[in-house]
């Protein structure tokens, strides 16, 4: 993804202590083991931002894509989770 993507979906991601519901839940999908999936409309198409928080209210990015289609691509799936191993890999 380049340019206006990350540009669209780091405001989303910046929401001040204080507003922690300024994120649509309707963007928001907790798919399983800590994994949740975020929406944003960027100007190249729908973005899916993968990823997973940790103590101390740290977001951390996983993997981002643009989604072309209705369901999410395994493949897709398959780089977050692996990602998501490496995270939880490097808390121990």
């Excluded at 910046?14 to 975020?38: H, M, S, T, Y």
């Excluded at 993997?63 to 890999?89: D, M, W």
């Amino acid at each position: 993804m380049r340019g206006g993507g990350y540009a669209d979906v780091l405001p989303v991601l910046q929401v001040p202590d204080n507003k922690a519901d300024a994120v649509p839940c309707e963007r928001l999908r907790f798919i399983q083991n800590g994994l949740c999936e975020l929406r944003v409309k960027s100007k190249e198409g729908i973005a899916r931002v993968f990823f997973c928080t940790k103590i101390g209210k740290r977001i951390i990015m996983l993997y981002i894509f643009i989604k072309k289609s209705q369901k999410t691509p395994k493949r897709e799936l398959k780089i977050a989770f692996e990602r998501l191993k490496e995270v939880i890999k490097n808390e121990t």
